[in-house]
């Protein structure tokens, strides 16, 4: 991205931290296998992670999974929810839901762009690129349109390419089924303390029209999330209140039984009033006590904002895809992907406290934010389908992408009016563009029926390009009303992600493998003002970042499978890592540092009598700096931003017969991280966040047809710091929490 003056930097950087992607300072800131089959009576989770069906207990690395199932049991409404059961993961949350950044193995960077892809069954979401907050938009789908949540750690370079370097995030939408009509519902009624109620309606329907043939799946929903926290500057109250909706459809068309074509689309909108902001003491974040880590202090209360203009945030989500399965027979399968995707974000926000020297006596200013991300994917996938020592899977892929990025810090009257009258602060527009095309490769050899080696190849060359314009006090400081444009040379690369694993099943209880995987970050243009003299090290593009993983783990099935475990080791080597750097005077993305994460995870269900099930995890991750440029920012040594080192989770449930069909059941949730920094430790602003710890509960009644569950989500109503919504030395310091006591009743419907 090209800087004209630190100044100028420094105000693009607040506002995409204004739309809630970091507390970030510049310039200080910083398979192709089968699976074997399950024995008789087990509980087979099937998983697509190497792009094709295969059960759980036969795949090659770590990968966590949440059922849809499951997560309508615990009433879990979001990412927060699904992610919490997941060891070594967590979100960083920037206010609102559809804002967030999934952190996998701690793997996390103060730059824009994701550590961890995103796909919608076959289709990859977002922006692959760091110039169009791929990292924020992070979809928050219902669980009421899921079969289940796949979670890949650690980097998927050569299957899932580019921004995967942590892993990748898959929502694997429910499927129409040919033969069989159903329709469900749920209700839910819910009161947050603190706060509001709020309420939630689903429905779905599948509809077989010609049977084995031909259905259509159709799913919506309705939420409205309460509000808990009051504006203390005019007494609102409970602003931070969500609504959303959705619907989800699929058709499925099988003419035959070589070829299946599956459409599907979803459409998602979050609307915020508010943000989930706590008005905190700007000066913890300026300078915190070293004896008192955890001092940040809410200014007017543990449930208050402030802000002196209304604030919202609405995200929206549109996808369309096509998915197509042929059997070409001769053992072989091929299976095209296409997709066209809008990932789009909108926010107003207030910046008073911090601009209003820079306006008209008595104006505000408020933050108009705005983001855009279309996306054209085509992927083509040749697979082997026999059952001999050779299998494979070949592949190409191509991605087009347009973003568009809009930030104005704009003076308004006390009636919220526009001031026409007066100089915007800011105003800028930028407009990027990201090709890449891939050709991809995996090889899996059997060397005797237990043991098998695979190998992977991915190639991929990528092409940026970024212009705009600046204007406003900050945009042009000669004549802030004469816009300055600004055109990046076209930045372009080839990068190679590689794969090799060797896995040993010599039972089907017991499996071990040993991966070691690569992944990366595109790189991207920048430039230096015209004139500016040229530093020796300087160039019109930086490259892109390196990961590299090495895991061994395990899993396996005892006591007649009453006891399943998976564990893994890992240690990751990050190398060339995406920050803001400076060059003499001016600032620019580059290469900032290395970093490393090593740990393990351990996931448990154990089922130890009749109707009892218990499920866990156990997570650690040291990830941290180990190499920084000295404009960079951070400690070396010190821990990567929203990156805990130990998270847990435990999720028990009793179940038992109470007549007829009817079942009574009684469960619950304990969720716990460990400390997180705000932003890398040692950078200017970043602060630590308290660990916390949180349990759910919920009991009641089904049956075949019907659910009646009463439940609560976080019963001890903790209450602790989860985002950190400051901008650099701009706008009121804001601390994200998590939600107070929520309890609530569902009823559900299934026919």
Do not use: C
């Amino acid at each position: 991205m090209a800087f004209n003056t630190f100044g100028i930097a420094r105000i693009r950087m607040a506002a995409l931290a204004g739309a809630g992607l970091f507390a970030l300072a510049a310039p200080h800131a910083v398979l192709a296998q089968d699976a074997k089959p399950a024995a008789p009576g087990d509980d087979v989770i099937i998983v697509t992670a190497n792009k094709r069906a295969e059960a759980l207990t036969s795949v090659a690395m770590a990968i966590s999974v949440e059922t849809g199932e499951k997560l309508s049991r615990q009433n879990a409404n979001g990412l927060m929810d699904y992610l919490g059961n997941m060891p070594n993961v967590s979100l960083q949350t920037f206010g609102s839901p559809g804002l967030a950044k999934v952190v996998v193995r701690g793997v996390n960077s103060n730059t824009f762009s994701a550590t961890t892809g995103t796909y919608i069954d076959d289709v990859p979401f977002g922006s692959s690129t760091l110039f169009a907050g791929g990292a924020l938009l992070t979809p928050d789908l219902d669980p009421s349109i899921l079969e289940r949540v796949e979670l890949l750690k650690g980097p998927q370079g050569t299957l899932y390419g580019a921004s995967a370097p942590g892993g990748v995030l898959k929502f694997i939408t429910k499927a129409p089924d040919t033969r069989e009509f159903s329709f469900g519902a749920k209700q839910e009624l819910s009161s947050v303390r603190h706060g509001e109620e709020g309420f939630a309606l689903r429905a779905n329907v599948n509809l077989p029209i010609a049977t084995d043939v031909l259905a259509l799946r159709v799913s919506g929903f309705y939420r409205r999330d309460p509000g808990y926290l009051d504006n203390a500057f005019d007494g609102e109250k409970d602003v931070n209140r969500v609504v959303s909706s959705g619907i989800n459809a699929s058709l499925l068309w099988t003419p035959t039984e070589q070829l299946s074509i599956r459409l599907g689309g979803v459409v998602q909108q979050l609307n915020s009033h508010g943000i989930n902001g706590v008005a905190v003491d700007q000066t913890a974040f300026f300078g915190f006590d070293p004896d008192n880590l955890y001092a940040v202090i809410p200014v007017y209360g543990r449930y208050n904002s402030e802000f002196t203009t209304p604030e919202w945030n609405h995200t929206r989500t549109r996808i369309g895809s096509a998915t197509i399965t042929y059997d070409l027979g001769s053992d072989m399968s091929l299976v095209s992907a296409t997709s066209y995707s809008v990932a789009r974000n909108r926010k107003r926000a207030d910046y008073t406290p911090d601009l209003v020297d820079l306006v008209p006596e008595g104006d505000r200013v408020q933050f108009l934010y705005g983001l855009e991300t279309k996306k054209v994917t085509q992927e083509l996938r040749l697979s082997s389908t026999g059952e001999g020592p050779l299998q494979w899977l070949v592949g190409g892929f191509y991605t087009k992408e347009k973003s568009e990025f809009i930030s104005i810090f704009q003076p308004i009257l006390p009636n919220n009016d526009f001031d026409t009258s007066a100089v915007r602060v800011y105003d800028g527009n930028e407009h990027s563009r990201y090709r890449e095309y891939a050709f991809f490769g995996n090889v899996t050899y059997y060397l005797t029926p237990e043991l098998d080696a695979t190998v992977g190849l991915r190639y991929a060359h990528n092409k940026t390009s970024l212009r705009g314009r600046d204007l406003g006090i900050f945009g042009n400081e000669e004549d802030p009303t004469v816009p300055i444009p600004y055109v990046l040379p076209t930045s372009s690369e080839g990068v190679f992600s590689y794969l090799a694993n060797l896995r040993w099943q010599p039972t089907d209880k017991l499996m071990l493998y040993a991966r070691a995987a690569s992944g990366y970050r595109p790189g991207g243009p920048r430039s230096l003002p015209e004139g500016a003299p040229i530093p020796p090290e300087f160039t019109n593009q930086f490259g892109s970042e390196k990961l590299w993983n090495y895991e061994v783990g395990a899993r396996a099935s005892l006591l007649d499978n009453r006891l399943m475990l998976s564990g893994a080791l890992y240690f990751i080597d990050w190398t060339n890592v995406q920050g803001f750097v400076s060059f003499g005077t001016f600032g620019a993305f580059g290469n900032a540092g290395n970093a490393e994460s090593k740990g393990f995870e351990l996931e448990v269900t154990a089922r130890p009598v009749d109707g009892l099930s218990i499920s866990g995890g156990l997570g650690y991750a040291d990830a941290k700096q180990t190499k920084s440029d000295p404009t960079y920012g951070g400690t070396v040594g010190g821990a990567l931003l929203f990156s805990p080192k130990w998270t847990y989770n435990l999720n028990p449930e009793y179940e038992w017969r109470v007549g007829g069909d009817w079942r009574a059941f009684v469960g619950g949730n304990i969720q716990y991280q460990s400390k997180r920094w705000s932003n890398l430790e040692g950078v200017f602003l970043a602060v630590p966040f308290r660990p916390y710890e949180t349990v759910d509960v919920h009991l009641g009644v089904r049956s075949d047809k019907f659910d009646i569950t009463l439940f609560a989500k976080n019963l001890f109503d903790v209450y602790a710091g989860i985002a950190d919504n400051t901008t650099m030395e701009f706008a009121p310091a804001k601390m994200g929490i998590i939600t107070p006591r929520t309890i609530g009743i569902s009823f559900s419907q299934s026919f």
